[in-house]
Each structure stands twice: as structure tokens, then as C-alpha cells.
């Protein structure tokens, strides 16, 4: 018998999808676990009714909307955290982002609780028993398992879409309040949040168009702009791209860029160096456009397409055009 | 200002990750300074060109052999570096946060450094806990994956990427920040540099802990990645496969 | 066996990064076994086909372009054994032909072997950097592609087989070679009855010396004498560790009695590579990296091989070599770990690369010069060299191998005057270095660009030693026709 809670992170007062992603996947454990509860934590003002059809199973969402929380307070969103945990919850879910990153060990280190990182591993009866993650540039995997009573799982997202896997869901909403011990000494303040632009962030794109070395130049990433906003998707780089500045950082996929996690990835004249495929290894569709048949990412892709990109985007781009104007 | 700026090794991209009998093989990895530390180390030696009086100590949990990534990290600007000894070498993220209090304590007693600064995650365990669990340890802030630094007084302004945007965030001394690549460009080292690098302290330091792992990596095996790539031959067929896929909303 | 000839299929093999525009063939086999490969030359003289050679199209000479000939294309030939260790100091690896110098390195590392030639380019195929005898940053220290040859199988003119180990069979007294079996129906060989010059590096016309192995008259033809389909690599243990470093002078004049001191093995230190750049070059790299200091006039990249144990001592006697001769220690990179290592040796890569852009927006191509002389005449051809193209007011480079006084030359014309201009002159250059003893091409080789003023270097005798090698060994005049040998002196010898 446990009692799961899951944290359902906010961002302008709507929730992540990843987050109801964690909590469905949870309500699924506690399914098979009879007695077991699933409980949801929700920091900051925020519209639950909007997503409230994506939420399986049942239970109980604290909602703590004071305006204190709208924007992340490391210490605030702490306290929330710590004092909720005091009613005997065995494991503590997140989603795995940046809030999520940057809260979870030191929430490891005051609950004296197992941080674990990766994807939910689980035992023969369905009970959350660990993580597995990549190591090494991907070139490995390992199995951590928790060495004290309390867990934290701080889980990669889940590929695929939101929904809720019963009709029948029964979230009952109590609304909590900050807990206003301990918090005499604000340690950071988080002043404001500056979002980008229409820009969909890699981390949560569901389609990625990436390029590399190949692409010639910062003009040739103008053909990854139009593909993905034709796919809806978001633009990626190599780390060969963003050294010679042609992209962002915050663009950069692999091992000192993002782990990245969408249905479909689309690598355009990148070769594949270890360290770039250790942010894809949870993609799942891989399609490669590279002129040289052997380069390695042809091992790691789905699909391939050998050809120079500068020849073969336009064409594709013209492809899906004429797609989604007879569809 | 004392700032103290933790290291750890990681294998080179060179490196081969290879298995023998089911265990890792270390004797085809050459390990070099973590990437991210390096942009930690290069922000501690700019703040300390800026601010006069500062100094900068190195710290990391590691095997002797870590003497000479310590060597560059001297030659990049720190003026001391410690390694820090243990027993057994730990891998848990918790543990190594410990050695680090420990190790911080014993240098700098009552008066903790300013700054603590950390690489975001070192490139082979990726785990990317210990620069928040080591503030929550010594009761410092902390802030992690920091992409921009400005100090003004006693205040710190940062910023942090996160998903679709970026996050400004002010706060005092001490504090406890990691360091995310586009935080500074990191330097070369000089001929200059290393020979004067030749002349400062490496000093040892063996701590223990009493406390036993939060976590515990049960098992660690090849990763096989490879797939049968389906090699398409027309753009068309290609847009076929998305809509097949549903990848078309 | 695969034949292709359609046009888009020819194109590729109709260049390489000579310029060369004249090429044209009728086709491109593509041989997936030896004895595919062994078939087509058997029938060749019957159909009176002649082939070209091609590697990968990396060549700076032309080597691999067809004037009417068929093509022989090696890519299929890439097949890559494991390394045989024979002690704990060699191991042997064989590899075919067409593989990837880029593969073949990658393998030996992934072993913890190391096979030493190094050319920059390393898309090339194995077997034609040992039918260039191709050499690079590493051959100060290593020497040539041919000192790492332990065994070839070369398929002959005439289709036959010639399995040869070195030191299996060796130039008597009179320079006579006793084959070990038939060879176009000959027992005997005498080797080319010529001097090479006294230079350390040399690439141009068959190798020849007192005592010689017949593996080394192989090795170097460019193809001329016999596909090299397969090769025994030797490889050494891979090196503990290296220390590389940039260093910047304000003189020249220090900066040449640094490369002295270098090269003294009584001064503790033995680089693996010692390159050079002149200020002009770091002028182009500064768009890249902007750090460059102002006040260099040249700087000399380094890699040196060292030991744990070694590692202070060397650091060391660097540092005292460096200060003695006023290097500019501030401003001087140093790479100590392998990641900052690799990052020294792409801005050395990045060059070239730099220099090819300027080229692509004059729309001009390079003049670039591959002549080396005798350690003691250097001083003179590097002043002779750049004194001209100031007088000329050329935008200029001069770059590379000085530990082998071995620098190259390029002549970056902006219009099409400038470009005849530097073509005159670089016959000029030539007449110079092979006055002062020196080689017409000392890596790059002859290929049919240079073919022309190969006759200078060895005169009429010389070539015409060349070509009645090459016709004991190709009597049919089926391979690479127009490689080293102005195609004359094989015509003419005929009638």
C-alpha cells in the first residue's frame, strides 16, 4: 500500500502536459496496487478545469494558489513541498524540467529521501522499484535503486500524447496554503520570466527538425525553420552548429546540449557523433538526411535518405506543402 | 571574496565505453575536466579579475590521477586547488555532496566562501543533483544551469534558461550556482600560465563521511542502440511515412 | 562486376582537388573482389582497354584523373582486418586497399594500436597514401607512409599477383633485383640509376638507393607499376600521452632558432610534429580565433609524445627552449588533456578550410607550392619565396612541415593577372629549390600536373630510367598513363 504524490507543475497558470502524463502513468501503478492512493500537488494560480478531461484515475489535487507561487520560488515551492511530504507519502513524482532539476535535490537532501532520475523502472508487480537512465553519451544504461524509504522520481518525459486511459476520472480540488514557517530569509527571487517568441522548446517539442555541420551555414537552417513550422515542430542543432554560432545553445541536442524526447526526430546533415545520439536516445522516430551513406547516423536512424540536404529539403519542403494542401 | 569551484572528471569524447565481463572497461577512458566545470571555473577566475582581494580554491572528490586535470584548472586561474580523498571513490550524488561540505569546511572553518560554483552535470552519470543537494547542505541557495552572471554589491543577478524562456533571478551571497554552457567562453591555457600553474599548491585532504548512499546503481550494461535504417529513395515517400505516422495534425 | 557510364556516375571521378578540368573516361568499374580486379587487368592488353586508378579524390595532382582511360574505382576494396600483435611493440593489421585512412586509424586506436602517417586529409584511401607514400604533420618524427609498410599484395600490370614482404627481396650490389617469381615474363630488375635528392622528405619519381627493397619501388609509383589491393600495416603502441602546444614569436629569427633547438635531440625534447604558420596565416585564422596576438610573426605548432614519468622533464626542457629563444609565453596555447589537444588540431585543419572560402569569393584558384629543401638551404627559399610575392603584392600564405624544412607555398590570386603572374612564378620557385638541392615535391607528389617539370629535377636520363622501369613492369602501358612519366617519353620509347 502507497501513497504517491505527484507534483503537476504550472507554467503562466496552465498545467504541463508532462506533468498529467506522470500522473496518469502513476494512476496506473496505484490501479494495480490496491489501497495504494495517488494524490496531486499544484503550486501557483492556475486553470485545472482546462485539462481537467486529461486527468485518469482518482483522487485528491492540493491546489496552493497563492500569488507567491506563480512563478518559481525555490525556497517557497521547498516548504510547499516538505510540509506536504510530512503525511507519510512514499514517493514524490515529478516531470522531469528545469523547476524539477533545480528543486528535487534539495528536496533529496531534507527528506533524506532516494532522488532518482531517468525512466521508471518497475518491479514484477508494477511497483516503482527505480530508474534507468543513459550514461556515457548513451553508449551505456544502469539501473539505480533506492537505497531509503522515501523516494523522489524525477522521470524523462513520456513519449506519446496526453489522455487520460479511463473516462471516469474523480478529482476532488482542496485548495492549501503556504506554509508561512521557515521562511523568513528569502535566499533567491526569481524576478521575472522572459519567454521567447513563439518558440516551442526543444525539450517539449513532439517533432524535431535538427541540423548539423552539413547545413552549411546559418542560411541553411532557414529550410529547418520552414520544415518544422510546417510539421509544427521545433528546430534543433548539432554542437558543431552552435559553436560556429549559426544556432542557440539552448537549441543544442546531445551530451552538452538537451536530452531530447519527441515522436519524431529529423537529423539533416549531421553525422552522428556519440555525443549528439546521446540526446536522441529517447526519440522515437529517427529519420536521417546525410550525404555520406556511412556516416553513423544511418545506425541509430528508422529511416534514411542519403543526399545532399542543400537537394533534398526543398524538395521535401515543396512535398509537404502539396501534403497539406490536398489534406 | 573566497569563491570554491568543485570539479570531477569524465571520460574525453575520445574514449572508448567498452565492456569486459559484464563491467565497465576503464582501461580505454582518459578522463578529462568535466565540460561544464570548466564554464564554473572560467566564471570563478573572470569574477575574480573583477573583484580585488578574491581567490579561488578548487575542490574535487577524486582519485590521485585527478592531480592533473587540477594542474589545468590551476593554469586556467584557480589559485589552489584540493583534492579531496576518500576511501572508496563514491558515485552517488548525495555522497560526493557530503565530501564536498566536509571538504569545504575544513578549509575555509567558520567562513564559508561567497560562491560556490559547479558545472551543471558532469557528461557521464548526467545526474545533475550535486550543486543543489551541496546548497541545501551548507544553507546556501542555490541555482542551477545558470547561462548568465552579473554581481553588483552584495547581489547576484542570473539567468537560467528554462523551457521556452529565460528565468532573471537576483539574490545574496553565499550561494551555491551551476554553471550551464553560453555562461562565458572558457580560456586556453598559455605556456605562461601552465609554468606559473607549476608553481602553486596541490594540497590533499582525506575526509570521511558516515552516512551511506542514496541511491545504488545495481547494474550498468551496453546500451545497443543500432537499428535496421529503411533507406527511402523519394522526398514524396518520405511525407507518405509522416502521414502514415500521424505525425500530420 | 559493377561497370557505370552514365554521366552523373563518371562525373565524380573526372576530379580531385587539382583543378585538373580535361578529364573523361568511358566508364568506372568497381571491383568487389581481387580477383574481379585481377580478371579486368588479365583482359586488358585483348581489349585495349587502359585504366586510371582512383582513391577517394583527395589528391592534389590529378593522379586519379582519366584522359580517355577507363577507371578502376578501389571503393569497394575496404574491408579492414584486426590487428595481429607480434610483441608488445608492433602489431600488424592488414586492410584492403580502398579503406579509409580515416577507418583504418579509428580501428587501430579503438585497439590501443597506433599507425603514425597522419596526412591531414584523411577521407584518402590507404592504398593511396602508400601509392603516394604519402607523409604529413607526424612524419618528422615517423617518417613516410613507407616506413609502416610491412607487406603489400600488388596486382600487377598483367593481372599477376606479386606478394612481397619487406626485406624479401633487396637490390644486390648492382642494383639488380632477382624477382621472386615471373614478372611480365622478366627474373630480374635493375633498380632506377639515379640520385634522389638530399632533402628529408621527398615525393617525386620512383624511389631508388644503394640496397634498396623492391617493396619501396612500389611504394611511391602512383600507381604506375600496380594496384595495391591489400596491405600488412605495422602499428606501435599508442602513445601515453602528448603535450601540444602553439607558439608565438615576435621575430622570425627566433622563431628559427626555436625549430633549431627542436630539432636537437641533446635539448630534451623529440616533437612527433613540428609546423609551421606565418603571419599571414595567422591572419586568416584570427577571423576564427580572434585572440590571436597582435604582434606575432609567426608561430610553430607542436606535439610531442610524453610519459607520466616523463611528463615534468619534458614540460621542462620545452619551457627553457621556449624562454632562450623569447617565445611569447603569454600568448602561447598549450594543450595538456586530449580534449584541448583536439580543439589545438582543428585550428590547425581550419586553415585550409579558411583559405578555400577567401578562394571561393576571387573565383581564382591557388598556386601552391610543395618543394623542399636540404635543412642547411631553407633559410634561402623561404626568403626567396616571400621576398617575390611582396615585390608582387600577392596575398600570400606559407605554412607547414618545417621540421622537415618543408614549407608550402600558396599564391591566393585575386583576378585572372594575378593568377598568370603567380604561374610564372612558380616556375621560378621551382628552378630555385632544385638549386639549392632540392625536391620538386616532397608529399603531394607528381601525379600529371607536375609531370612536366619532373624532367628538371631528374633530366632526360632520369626520366628515361623511370620509364624503362615502368615498361619492364607494364610493357602493355595499361596503368595510370601520365602519372610522374610525361606520356612522351613513354610514346617515344616505344616507336
Known amino acids: ?327 | 571574496m573566497n569563491i570554491a569551484v568543485c570539479l570531477c572528471q569524465v571520460p574525453d569524447s575520445a574514449s572508448v565505453i567498452g565492456f569486459v565481463d559484464g563491467a565497465l572497461d576503464r582501461s580505454r577512458i582518459n578522463e578529462v575536466m568535466n565540460p561544464y566545470d570548466e564554464y564554473a571555473l572560467e566564471e570563478a577566475v573572470c569574477l575574480k579579475e573583477r573583484i580585488a582581494g578574491s581567490f579561488v580554491t578548487v575542490f574535487s572528490v577524486a582519485p590521485p590521477s585527478a592531480k592533473e586535470m587540477l594542474r589545468k584548472a590551476l593554469a586556467l586561474g584557480a589559485d589552489r586547488a584540493v583534492l579531496v580523498n576518500t576511501i572508496t571513490e563514491p558515485s552517488d550524488p548525495y555522497l560526493i555532496a557530503l565530501f564536498l561540505r566536509k571538504a569545504l569546511i575544513a578549509c575555509y572553518g567558520e567562513v564559508m566562501p561567497e560562491l560556490v560554483l559547479c558545472g551543471k552535470r558532469s557528461t557521464d552519470f548526467q545526474h545533475a543533483e550535486v550543486p543543489s543537494m551541496l546548497g541545501e547542505l551548507l544553507g546556501m541557495a542555490s541555482v542551477s544551469g545558470v547561462t548568465s552572471l552579473d554581481v553588483s554589491g552584495d547581489n547576484l543577478h542570473l539567468e537560467r534558461e528554462i523551457e521556452g524562456g529565460t528565468e532573471e533571478i537576483t539574490l545574496h551571497f553565499p550561494a551555491v550556482l551551476s554553471a550551464e554552457k553560453g555562461l562565458n567562453q572558457p580560456r586556453k591555457t598559455t605556456v605562461r600560465s601552465v609554468m606559473e600553474a607549476r608553481k602553486k599548491p596541490i594540497d590533499l585532504l582525506t575526509v570521511t563521511v558516515e552516512e551511506t548512499p542514496f541511491v545504488f546503481m545495481s547494474s550498468i550494461e551496453p546500451y545497443e542502440r543500432k537499428k535496421v535504417c529503411h533507406f527511402i529513395e523519394s522526398e514524396k515517400e518520405l511525407v507518405e511515412l509522416f502521414a502514415k505516422e500521424g505525425f500530420f495534425l | 562486376m559493377i561497370y557505370k557510364h552514365d554521366q552523373a556516375s563518371i562525373q565524380g571521378f573526372l576530379e580531385d582537388t587539382s583543378n585538373l578540368k580535361t578529364g573523361h573516361t568511358p566508364g568506372v568499374f568497381f571491383p568487389e573482389t581481387v580477383e574481379e580486379l585481377e580478371e579486368l587487368l588479365k583482359e586488358a592488353a585483348l581489349k585495349t582497354r587502359r585504366f586510371t586508378v582512383a582513391g577517394n579524390g583527395t589528391g592534389t595532382t590529378g593522379g586519379r584523373i582519366p584522359m580517355g582511360d577507363y577507371v578502376i574505382s578501389m571503393q569497394k576494396l575496404d574491408r579492414i582486418g584486426e590487428p595481429e600483435m607480434l610483441s608488445g611493440e608492433h602489431a600488424i593489421m592488414t586492410v584492403q586497399g580502398g579503406a579509409l585512412l580515416e577507418n583504418v586509424q579509428k580501428k587501430a586506436e579503438q585497439c590501443g594500436w597506433f599507425y603514425p602517417p597522419d596526412p591531414t586529409e584523411k577521407l584518402c584511401f590507404i592504398g593511396s597514401t602508400i601509392a603516394n607514400n604519402s607523409s604529413g604533420a607526424r612524419s618528422f618524427k615517423y617518417g613516410p607512409t613507407r616506413d609502416h609498410i610491412a607487406r603489400l599484395l600488388i596486382l600487377l600490370p598483367r593481372g599477376e599477383r606479386l606478394d612481397l614482404s619487406r626485406g624479401s627481396c633487396m637490390a644486390d650490389k648492382n642494383g639488380i633485383f632477382h624477382l621472386p617469381q615471373l614478372i611480365a615474363g622478366k627474373m630480374t630488375l635493375r633498380r632506377p640509376d639515379y640520385l634522389m635528392p638530399a632533402t628529408s622528405k621527398h615525393n617525386a619519381g620512383y624511389f631508388s638507393r644503394e640496397g634498396m627493397d623492391l617493396i619501396d619501388l612500389f611504394i611511391g609509383s602512383e600507381g604506375t607499376l600496380g594496384v595495391i589491393v591489400e596491405a600488412d600495416l605495422m602499428l606501435i603502441p599508442q602513445p601515453l600521452a602528448i603535450i601540444s602546444a602553439l607558439v608565438h614569436f615576435r621575430t622570425l629569427n627566433d622563431l628559427f632558432r626555436f625549430v633549431a633547438l627542436l630539432k636537437e635531440p641533446v635539448n630534451g625534447v623529440s616533437p612527433r610534429a613540428i609546423e609551421f604558420f606565418d603571419k599571414n596565416s595567422l591572419r586568416f585564422l584570427s577571423q576564427k580565433y580572434p585572440d590571436m596576438p597582435e604582434e606575432s610573426e609567426g608561430a610553430v605548432f607542436i606535439e610531442q609524445e610524453t610519459t607520466r614519468e616523463t611528463d615534468d622533464l619534458t614540460l621542462d626542457a620545452l619551457f627553457t627552449i621556449m624562454e632562450s629563444c623569447n617565445a611569447m609565453t603569454d600568448n602561447s596555447w598549450i594543450a595538456l588533456d586530449r580534449e584541448e589537444q583536439s580543439r589545438l588540431r582543428e585550428f590547425r585543419h581550419t586553415l585550409p578550410l579558411l583559405v578555400n572560402e577567401w578562394l571561393s569569393r576571387q573565383k581564382e584558384s591557388k598556386i601552391s607550392t610543395d618543394m623542399a629543401v636540404p635543412d642547411e638551404r631553407f633559410a634561402e627559399l623561404f626568403d626567396f619565396y616571400r621576398n617575390s610575392c611582396e615585390q608582387e603584392g600577392f596575398v600570400y600564405i606559407i605554412f607547414g612541415h618545417i621540421g622537415n624544412a618543408h614549407l608550402h607555398l600558396n599564391i591566393l590570386p585575386r583576378n585572372r593577372d594575378e593568377f598568370m603572374q603567380a604561374k610564372k612564378l612558380y616556375r621560378n620557385f621551382v628552378h630555385k629549390a632544385l638549386a639549392l638541392g632540392g625536391t620538386l615535391s616532397a608529399e603531394h607528389g607528381i601525379g600529371k600536373l607536375k609531370a612536366e617539370y619532373l624532367v628538371e629535377l631528374y633530366h632526360y636520363e632520369g626520366i628515361k630510367e623511370m620509364a624503362r622501369i615502368k615498361k619492364s613492369l607494364d610493357p602493355d602501358l595499361i596503368l595510370n598513363i601520365g602519372n610522374i612519366i610525361p606520356a612522351a617519353y613513354l610514346e617515344t620509347e616505344n616507336h
Not at chain 1, 520544415?227 to 515542430?233: F, K, N, Y
Not at chain 1, 540526446?279 to 551513406?293: E, L
Open chain 1, 1 to 327: 500500500m502507497n501513497k504517491y504524490l505527484v507534483f503537476l507543475e504550472q507554467r503562466e497558470g496552465a498545467l504541463k502536459k508532462s506533468s498529467i502524463n506522470i500522473w496518469n502513468r502513476v494512476q496506473e501503478i496505484a490501479a494495480s496496487e490496491p489501497g495504494s492512493t495517488v494524490t496531486g500537488l499544484i503550486a501557483g494560480p492556475a486553470n485545472i478545469l482546462e485539462n481537467a478531461s486529461l486527468f485518469a484515475g482518482e483522487g485528491v489535487v492540493y491546489h496552493a494558489t497563492g500569488e507567491d507561487l506563480r512563478v518559481y520560488h525555490q525556497q517557497y515551492y521547498a516548504s510547499l513541498l516538505v510540509e506536504l511530504m510530512q503525511e507519510n507519502y512514499s514517493a514524490l513524482f515529478f516531470a522531469d524540467s528545469s523547476l524539477s532539476r533545480d528543486l528535487a535535490p534539495r528536496l533529496s537532501v531534507d527528506l533524506q529521501a532516494s532522488l532518482l532520475t531517468g525512466e521508471l523502472h518497475t518491479d514484477k508487480n508494477g511497483i516503482p522499484d527505480g530508474c534507468v537512465r543513459p550514461l556515457y553519451s548513451g553508449q551505456a544504461k544502469a539501473l539505480f535503486a533506492p537505497q531509503r524509504h522515501v523516494r523522489i522520481y524525477n522521470l524523462s518525459p513520456l513519449r506519446g500524447r496526453v489522455a487520460g486511459f479511463s473516462c471516469e476520472s474523480h478529482i476532488q480540488v482542496l485548495p492549501i496554503r503556504l506554509p508561512q514557517t521557515g521562511i523568513d530569509l528569502l535566499l533567491s527571487e526569481v524576478r521575472r520570466i522572459v519567454f521567447r517568441e513563439n518558440s516551442l522548446d526543444i525539450a517539449e517539442a513532439r517533432i524535431i527538425v535538427s541540423g548539423g555541420r552539413g547545413m552549411g551555414g546559418r542560411e541553411g537552417f532557414n529550410m529547418l525553420e520552414e520544415l518544422a513550422a510546417l510539421l509544427g515542430g521545433a528546430v534543433g542543432a548539432s554542437r558543431f552548429a552552435v559553436d560556429e554560432g549559426w544556432r542557440s545553445h539552448r537549441e543544442q541536442v546531445g551530451q552538452t546540449g538537451k536530452t531530447v524526447a519527441p515522436e519524431l526526430y529529423i537529423a539533416c546533415g549531421l553525422s552522428g557523433a556519440p555525443q549528439h545520439l546521446a540526446g536522441i536516445v529517447s526519440a522515437g522516430i529517427v529519420v536521417a538526411v546525410n550525404s555520406d551513406p556511412h556516416a553513423p547516423i544511418f545506425q541509430v536512424a528508422d529511416y534514411g535518405f542519403v543526399g545532399d540536404v542543400h537537394l533534398v529539403l526543398p524538395k521535401l519542403i515543396d512535398a509537404v506543402k502539396e501534403f497539406l494542401k490536398k489534406n
